[in-house]
């Protein structure tokens, strides 16, 4: 799986025909009814799409905390949805990085040792005091949780997203959290990851304005991807209109 | 379903109290060890001393006892003219021995007289199965129950006795039980043995014949009449019977059934008083710990319902339910549990204890305290969390809380960092952050230990103060007890019996001891100053040789006398020419068991005036031909009475296992399920309270087991640090169950053994590994994205 920077045309991702409900009967929900997708490496995916479409779904089950109810989800050639437990541990371990909304982060770590707990596990790893320094925060380091302030705290998860060098980030509204100033801060950050680590990216929002930073913006309603949209000439984070 | 008709409050409380089944369930059961094992003690207690009122209400057992060497019957009207006497009889009692077929081993016993009129009027016995004896009829007897159930005997059947050296062939009528031998024991000794003591029931004319009494009586019985000074009769009586060779009356709390059922009943009272409130304490801290975190957790919740308007009563009054559904279950389970272990204890004393009746019946108001006690734990541990509760302004309640500050970490664990992993370090500053936690969880976890050392030790001290006791002290195999004072010669005729090492004479005679106010009845033994085989030992357990002069006398003695070395104690010697005399104390030595007091043979002779003369010997054996030992002491006239050492120990041990085996054992469990509640309880809340860390850590690629070390890492660590401190506990809680169970009758030593130290961490560490696993499925079965979604 040996996905880099020089093989641009390389699938990253490629999903099909997925499909997710929960319950049974009539409170059944289908959040997701067939979705195809396939990411190439190295690009910048935006998933837009109101409250409720399945855009947290999709991104869970790419990134291996959930399992589709039918279809296959490949990694490069591998199939994710072969995996048991341990082997989308390991997946996630080796391959992916995770930002979400509420941080997350482990509060009796300081910034420094957030990161290192992952760096610590995986096998091509940044230094996390590097890690630090691509979100701006190597003057925190030593800093807990309790002392950052949201925007902080934030960038501490994505530096700990990054810092193993993963194959994709997953960002699930990175921004849904903070104001529009620390937004774009935290969003330079994500796009400095994917620019010169070149990750694969798929950041969730609910925010059209985002979208301009991305290769490419994907619409989802009702549990659909309804439209695609390629940008050739993406913005920087610091030109987007909130 | 029935949960829709509820309102969404008391839904919110169906739902929050299945989520915390677990927890809840460990305290209530928690409780319910604390409740049940008061009302067992409790009620077993009451049960008994009830019993055993009614007992002696409706038998009519005696007040007093007067032993004489023999007085004419017609004394009996001066002894019943006696102030404060209600009613007095007459009888003839004295030791046999016992040959029943299929036990080669003598059996040491006691026969008693029957009037005329079936059965006496006090000390009236109870007609099991079979019939009163025939008065036309010498050879019939009644027989105790449990000695005749352990040898098989029933009416009709036969067995021999030894009458003052008179061998005698008695057939048995009827099977009784009686109030003088509810606990059936052999003078001497601290358990009973139903094989090796027996007691029968003569024809008075019959038993007179044998015993040269005719017309006599050896023994006179009384009842006393409501609000009479025992005391000043006692001495009455003394004075009354000085001529006729008493050797001092005494009441029912010299009476030795009757005083180990007073010890039994103390015991009960002991524990019951010890124990519940350590499990009660425990329940109190339980609750505390959960409620308060619950409680903590629930912040956001409790800030919502009252922003929509719900009053702090109202909130308060939702916490209170909960509290009081998990209290009314541990009740629940502390009576069921209660009154089926002392339905339990009762079968079990049914068997050392011969009542004709004894039923475990709590009365009501012991359930009322347990009750009361209950729900007196539950306000005190969850008072302060209820009032925070109240005080919660919703504003700040809404507010998420913000990430626990771990800024404040020590600088010894920083400075450790360099050397440890990253979870390590999440653990120790975990118990940093939250120190009162910890210490709570190291404390609860302790508690636990230190109750099972406490419940635990008492075997091993039981087995240390038998070893002294049978190998360190007395170190005889056989004592034998002649009838009457003999010269000592008399010794070489018991040293010709197959079989014997060697022999020691003893004498034993009976006095009072004075010292100021202060009074004991007590026998005396005289021994040889180099004695081998029945020694005295010093404190440090080394034998020491009895001083020529003055008189030894154990710790117990000496502590109830209140006297020391060197002072002089006034003995009355009640035998013989009964002199009084004032004897100094020479030395104190270690007993465990009852109140000796030990003399120089020869100085003990040379104070009654007498030549050297003696009353017993003590035997060595070889083990090889005790059958034809025994077999001869059955058929030596002189022969009252013998005691074999090897069966005694055995009789002990047996009854360790039974008795204190099966206490030993609840105790294990009780204090087990603590152990596990409070490991459980800890591992449970810190889940609840650090699931999204851990879920999070899960989505970074840490895998199960690195997440479930964190988690139970520190839980594991503080149980290893409760051990030293449950060691700690259980020896101060040993050492205060040592200092209740003090009695005339034994003492325990406190000895606790290492591998009480070790089982007791054993079953902690089991008990943690049971609830690490427990919690370890739930960490497994953590849902992450849940977790992902909402804030806290
Ligand atoms: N655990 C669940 N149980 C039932 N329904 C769920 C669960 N998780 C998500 N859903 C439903 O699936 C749909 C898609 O949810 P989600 O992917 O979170 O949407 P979003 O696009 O807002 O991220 C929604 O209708 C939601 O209610
Ligand atoms: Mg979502």
């Known amino acids: ?242 | 379903m029935l949960i829709e008709l509820l309102k969404p409050l008391n839904r919110k409380l169906v739902r929050d109290l299945w989520a915390i089944k677990g927890q809840g369930l460990a305290i209530a059961i928690v409780i319910g060890c604390g409740v049940g094992m008061y009302l067992m003690s409790r009620g077993m207690l009451l049960s008994l001393s009830e019993t055993r009122a009614a007992y002696y209400e409706r038998y009519r057992f005696a007040d007093v006892v007067a032993p004489v060497k023999r007085a004419p019957n017609a004394l009996l009207d001066e002894i019943t003219a006696l102030p404060g006497v209600r009613r007095a009889e007459t009888r003839i009692r004295a030791g046999v021995i016992l040959d029943v077929e299929g036990s080669s081993a003598p059996i040491t016993g006691e026969i008693q007289s029957l009037p005329e009129v079936p059965t006496p009027h006090i000390n009236d016995i109870v007609l099991r199965r079979g019939r009163y004896v025939d008065p036309q009829h010498e050879e019939e007897v009644l027989a105790l129950d449990a000695f005749a159930e352990a040898h098989g005997l029933g009416p009709g059947d036969h067995l021999h006795a030894i009458l003052n050296g008179t061998r005698k062939r008695l057939t048995i009528t009827g099977i009784v039980l009686s109030p003088e031998y509810i606990y059936a024991i052999s003078p001497g000794e601290i358990v009973p043995d139903k094989k090796r003591f027996g007691v029968l029931w003569m024809n008075r004319e019959a038993l007179a014949n044998a015993f040269d009494l005719d017309g006599a009586f050896n023994e006179a019985v009384l009842l006393t009449s409501a609000g009479s000074n025992e005391d000043a009769l006692i001495d009455q009586l003394d004075t009354l019977l000085k001529r006729y060779g008493a050797t001092g009356a005494y009441g029912r709390d010299q009476q030795i059934s009757d005083q180990f059922l007073t010890n039994e009943i103390d015991q009960l009272e002991t524990i019951g008083r010890i124990l519940p409130p350590i499990f009660l304490l425990v329940a109190t801290f339980l609750l505390n710990v959960v409620v308060g975190r619950l409680i903590d957790t629930e912040r956001e919740q409790i800030g919502l319902l009252k922003a929509f308007g719900y009053t702090d009563r109202d909130v308060a009054i939702h916490y209170l339910k909960m509290i009081g559904v998990i209290v009314l279950l541990g009740i629940l389970v502390g009576i069921v549990l209660g009154t089926w272990l002392g339905r339990g204890l009762a079968n079990m004393y049914q068997d050392f204890f011969k009542f004709p009746f004894l039923l475990f019946r709590a009365p009501l108001q012991v359930y009322l305290v347990a009750v009361g006690v209950s729900l007196l734990v539950a306000v005190a541990g969850t008072f302060s969390s209820v009032r925070r509760v109240m005080q919660l302004e919703p504003a700040v309640a809404m507010v998420p809380p913000p990430p626990p500050d771990y800024s404040r970490s020590a600088r010894w664990i920083e400075r450790l960092s360099a050397w440890i992993d990253q979870p390590t370090r999440m653990i120790l500053r975990h118990i940093y952050r939250w120190p009162r936690r910890a210490a709570m969880a190291v404390l609860g976890i302790g508690m636990s230990m230190g109750l099972l050392i406490g419940a635990s030790f008492s075997m091993d001290a039981m087995m240390y103060m038998v070893d002294i006791s049978f190998n360190v002290i007395d170190r005889q195999d056989v004592t034998v007890n002649f009838f009457d004072p003999r010269n000592d010669r008399a010794i070489y005729d018991v040293m010709h019996a197959p079989g014997v090492i060697t022999a020691e004479p003893f004498r034993a005679i009976p006095v009072v001891l004075r010292n100021g106010p202060r009074m004991r009845r007590e026998s005396i033994v005289g021994i040889l100053p180099d004695a081998q085989l029945s020694r005295v030992v010093d404190t440090e357990l080394k034998p020491v040789e009895v001083p020529p002069a003055g008189i030894v006398l154990s710790d117990k003695l000496a502590e109830l006398l209140q006297i020391g070395p060197g002072e002089l104690l006034r003995v009355e010697v009640r035998t013989g020419r009964r002199p009084e005399l004032d004897v100094p104390v020479s030395g104190v030595v270690k007993t465990y068991m009852g109140t000796a007091a030990y003399m120089d043979l020869a100085h003990l002779n040379r104070l009654l005036g007498e030549d050297t003369s003696i009353n017993g010997t003590y035997l060595l054996v070889d083990p090889l031909q005790t059958d034809a030992l025994y077999r001869e002491l059955k058929n030596t006239p002189l022969v009252a009475g013998v005691s074999l050492q090897e069966q005694a120990q055995n009789a002990f041990y047996e009854t360790l296992q039974d008795s204190l085996g099966t206490f030993v054992f609840f105790n294990t469990l009780f204090a087990g399920l603590i152990a596990v509640g409070v490991v459980y309880n800890n591992a449970r809340i810190s889940l609840s309270e650090r699931g999204r860390e851990l879920a999070s850590l899960r989505v970074l690629g840490l895998t199960r087991g690195e997440i479930s070390y964190i988690l139970l890492g520190e839980l594991g660590l503080l149980t290893i640090i409760a051990l030293p401190l449950g060691a700690l506990l259980g020896y101060l809680l040993a050492a205060t169950l040592v200092m209740s169970f003090d009695t005339e009758l034994f003492r325990i030593p406190l000895v606790i053994g290492p591998s009480t130290y070790g089982y007791a961490a054993l079953v902690v560490l089991l008990a943690a590994l049971g609830s690490g696993l427990l919690v370890r499925r739930r960490i497994d079965r953590l849902d992450l994205i849940a977790v992902l979604k909402t804030r806290e």
């Not at chain 1, 989800?73 to 541990?89: I, K, Q, Y």
């Not at chain 1, 371990?93 to 290192?116: C, D, K, M, W």
């Not at chain 1, 707990?117 to 940044?126: C, D, F, G, Q």
């Not at chain 1, 630090?132 to 003057?139: I, M």
Request: with cysteine; charged share 25%; net charge negative.
């Open chain 1, 1 to 242: 799986m040996e996905s880099t920077a020089t093989d641009s045309e390389a699938i990253a991702f490629r999903a099909e025909k997925l499909t997710k409900t929960y319950g049974s009967g009539e409170a059944t929900v289908h959040a997701l009814r067939g979705v195809d997708l396939e990411v190439p490496s190295g690009e910048m995916v935006v998933l837009l799409g109101p409250s409720g479409s399945g855009k947290s779904t999709l991104l869970n089950i790419l990134g291996g905390l959930d399992s589709p109810t039918s279809g296959r989800v490949f990694f490069g050639r591998r199939e994710l949805t072969a995996f048991d437990d341990r082997h989308l541990t390991l997946f996630r371990r080796e391959h992916v990085g995770f930002v979400f909304q509420f941080y997350n982060l482990i509060p009796s770590l300081t910034a420094r040792e957030n990161v290192a707990l992952v760096t610590e596990i995986s096998k091509n790893p940044m230094r996390p005091e590097e890690a630090l320094r691509l979100v701006g925060l190597e003057q925190r380091m030593e800093h807990f949780p309790a002392q950052l302030s949201g925007g902080e705290q934030q960038r501490v998860a994505i530096a700990r997203a990054i810092a193993k060098q993963p194959n994709v980030l997953f960002c699930d509204e990175p921004t849904g959290a903070l104001d529009s100033k620390t937004g774009i801060v935290v969003l330079e950050a994500i796009a400095r990851a994917n620019r010169e680590l070149d990750t694969t990216t798929m950041i969730i929002t609910h925010n059209a304005g985002i979208a301009d930073m991305a290769d490419r913006v994907l619409y989802m309603a009702d549990g659909r991807i309804q439209r695609s949209e390629r940008h050739p000439e993406p913005c920087a984070p610091d030109q987007l209109s909130w």
